[in-house]
C-alpha cells in the first residue's frame, strides 16, 4: 500500500470547485465560540461540498487568522453570511424552503443512523454552542431534530467533531443518489 500523493488526488482549483455540484445543505452555527471550531467548519463544509455557512450571534467571520489555521483556506471556498441573530437566519431558510433540523439532544430527536435526508429536500444543520448547545428559541423554529447516538460517559461530542459525523452521514446519501 502507498500513500497517493496530492497531485494523484486531483483536487480541483478554487474556480473548478465554484462550479461543482453542492450538497443540498446549509450549515447554521448559533454562537459558536471557538475559532477553531469555526475553522473546522469551513474545512468539513469544503470537504463535504456544504451549500453554505450561516454563522450567527457570537460566531466570529472571516478573515480571522485563527479561523484560517484551522480552515486551511477553506474559508475563501466555502459560501458564509453573518447575521446578529440566529432565530432571524432560520426564519428566513425556513421561508426559503429549507427544512431546518436542530443537531440536539431533545425530546423526539431522531438518532443519526435512524435518519435519512430525502431527494429533492433541502436542508439547514443547526449546530450549537459548545457549552449551552443550540438555543431553545432555535429548537423551538426548527422542523425536527437529530441526534448523535453515543456510549461513553460523556453527555456531548465537541460541535466540530458533531459537524464532521452529521455532514458526512448527509453526504453519503448525497452521493448513493448521484450514482
Not at 497531485?7 to 450549515?27: F, I, Q
Not at 486551511?72 to 426559503?96: F, R
Not at 431522531?110 to 438555543?135: Q, W
Amino acid at each position: 500500500m502507498r500513500k497517493i500523493t496530492n497531485e494523484e488526488l486531483h483536487r480541483p482549483t478554487v474556480e473548478e470547485y465554484a462550479r461543482v455540484e453542492k450538497m443540498p445543505v446549509t450549515v447554521v452555527l448559533d454562537n459558536v465560540r471557538s475559532l477553531q471550531n469555526v475553522g473546522a467548519f469551513f474545512r468539513t463544509s469544503d470537504a463535504f461540498a456544504v451549500e453554505r455557512i450561516c454563522l450567527c450571534g457570537i460566531t466570529a467571520t472571516p478573515p480571522n487568522r485563527d479561523i484560517h489555521k484551522t480552515a486551511l483556506g477553506a474559508e475563501m471556498t466555502v459560501e458564509w453570511k453573518y447575521y446578529p441573530q440566529t432565530t432571524d437566519c432560520v426564519g428566513e431558510l425556513k421561508a426559503d424552503g429549507y427544512t431546518i433540523l436542530a443537531v440536539e439532544q431533545v425530546e423526539g430527536a431522531d438518532m443519526l443512523h435512524e435518519f435519512g435526508s430525502e431527494a429533492g429536500r433541502r436542508y439547514a444543520l443547526v449546530f450549537g454552542n459548545e457549552v449551552l448547545g443550540v438555543a431553545q428559541e432555535v429548537v423551538d423554529m426548527a422542523d425536527g431534530a437529530i441526534e448523535i447516538p453515543q456510549a461513553g460517559t460523556k453527555h456531548s461530542i465537541n460541535v466540530s467533531v458533531s459537524g464532521g459525523v452529521v455532514l458526512w452521514s448527509f453526504y453519503r446519501d448525497f452521493l448513493r443518489r448521484r450514482q
